[in-house]
DNA sequence: CTCCATAGTGAATTTGAATTTCATTATCAT
DNA sequence: ATGATAATGAAATTCAAATTCACTATGGAG
């Protein structure tokens, strides 16, 4: 973690940046904080810990490690722009429209045929989304009860 | 076409709406133009043939022809909602990042693998988003010719 | 160390697509 | 025809996200 931002803090200086507590604080946060925080989510907790940090400060960090590619921006649909890490091995969503529950699966055999099929259309894929929507193992069973 | 409105028109008034001829002349635009078409060109189309109709009629109609099951609401990450007819199979999408072309594809050893992951979830999909961005054929080949 | 160009900050403002409001008009069952 | 109410369009509002700007902090040059 302290080598992470150490690692972080110099490709930063790479492009021209410099170093700030505030920004230290927004990642260091962000690693510890679970998957798929939404930006309000980080800034809570970030202001928990520190409440002179503004939330332009929590958004510029976030695309600022978008763009280093140590995060991932997601979006669900609901108009809130979500973070994970990028450190973690490429995954795949299942999310609960009942409970806002997020799963993560990983299936080889989709990734592959995606390539395929990019092969096949000529086109250079650089990433993807897939995101599966639905009711999850308890909004499903709750669901039935109702009936 | 014309069955087709009438259809549409049945189905509002089973639910308690009336006819109007601004809705009327949106779904009509919507039915006629390419998939993929955000709700700005679609407003634009619209006016084009009559310039009284509000963005407003537009935005509602399209969010009723979702609502019916008549017409998809698609997001390719650029911040403006696109629709496309619902009434064609279903498909994924290539979305090029370069020159916004968008194409699709089916392929169905994705889909059931994607019942399969979700089974093994206790999850029970009711839609699902596949998108895969990088370059289409036009624009990897000119991206090769500048290095 | 001191200087100082410039990157970073946070409060406040702005953006921009989408939605909602509201007074008015159109539809349609009776 | 009448009246209840759905639909309309201009304008206002929403809301997350991005941007502005005056000020502060960083860090390389000398
Ligand atoms: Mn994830
Ligand atoms: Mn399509
Ligand atoms: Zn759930
Ligand atoms: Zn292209």
Redesign the interface.
Known sequence: MDSLLKRINLEIAAIGGKRSRSRAQVIEVFFRTGPHATLEDLAQAVRKRNRTVGYATVYRTMKLLAKLGYAKEL?F?DGLKRYESNLESHHDH?V??ECGLV?E?Q?P??ES??EQ??K??????????????????QC?VAGKKEN
Do not use: K, N, W
Not at 120 to 137: E, K, V
């Open positions: 979006d649909g299942l609960c429209q799963s699966f299936e055999r989709i045929l995606q099929v990019a096949q259309h000529g086109f250079l894929p650089t990433m993807h989304r897939l995101d599966i929507y639905g009711l999850c193992r499903a």
